[in-house]
């Protein structure tokens, strides 16, 4: 099979069909929320590395009893509401906090029950002049992090493996119905591993719409597994199985062809001669390359609408994590796909999809 072009030329195309494509995104007035991945304008960075005196600590080697044979340990994400708190006052949001709270939580258990992580060979510093250089533009140098942790040694002496902050944007940076936007701002210099990412929340929402709860919890779940490497930065940079394709038509499609996606696809469509899973084309920067395709995967909560009541976390996300190195996945949890079986159901979501875009 012919793959197009080289990495780099893939990054450039993908850049500029997106945005070709951007006219095609789905309708402003549609009552669904969105993902608005390009909302933050930052590029990860490298992590920095602490001393040798600060991983001799008894935390550091606590944590060292969690490790399985296979270098994996339980997940802890923690979620920085430093700044979310005093926003949340400012913004006069204080009714919506208990839905906000109670999501993002639901969220992280949901991922820490879902997947084992990568244990890092190195500790990293959660707090230097470096972050704080970085994010001036974006947060307030007084207000960047529980203080507890940032005078502390790193992410590792809390046993913490990925640290998320929260924050709120408005309609106008975010757009009329993006709920939220997040992406990895840290990772580990040497695999790639996301270790701190950024959140943003749409202030200007109305969450009084029609199941804006269930829509939330959603959409939050599908942001931070963005930021554990679903993107399509992450595919390019560090994660490298992706390739270009004309289809039937002559639409140039970007695929993900690493091996445990690839063997699901092929179980699950009961086809021996896929040989990659399309990413969606259209939508612009906040949604081509970074989700499944709509069309192949409705209904996967990595889709760029929320176009179901009831997202699924499929099998196909699942591998795709499990092949960045980064995590190890619980099938038994995840891994609920149904897209492709129900020939009822899905004549259903293919028309909804029609009539959204």
Known sequence: MEYLFTKINILLFLIYFSEMQGNNDIKNDSI????????INFNPKPASLMTEIDKASPEYLRRLDNIDKDGFKDFNIYL??????????????YNHREMFINGMNKAIK??????KVKSPKYNYLFYDEQIIDIEINNWDRNKIGNKTLKESHGLIYFNIDLYIFVRFGSKSEMGENVL??????YYDPNSGQPLIGLVNI?????????????????IIIHEFTHILGFSMYNFLIFYKNIFLRKDKYGIIRAYINSTK???????????????????????GLGTAFSHWEARILLGEYINGVIYTEEQV???????????TGYYKANYYTGGLMRYGKNKGWDLFLINALIMEK
């Open 261 to 283: 996606v690839v063997n699901v696809a092929r179980k699950y469509f009961n086809c021996s001669e896929i040989d990659g899973v399309e990413l969606e084309e259209i939508g």
């Open 180 to 185: 939220a936007s997040a992406i990895a701002r």
């Open 110 to 115: 949901t991922l820490e029950s879902l997947l």
């Open 32 to 39: 669904l929320y969105k993902c608005g991945f390009d909302k």
């Open 313 to 323: 976390i499929s099998e196909f996300t699942l591998a795709l994590l499990e092949d």
């Open 202 to 218: 749409n202030k200007d929402v109305d969450y009084t719409k029609e199941k804006s709860k269930q829509y939330f919890e959603s």
């Open 80 to 93: 920085d509401l430093y700044n979310f708190e005093d926003e949340i006052i400012e913004y006069r949001l």
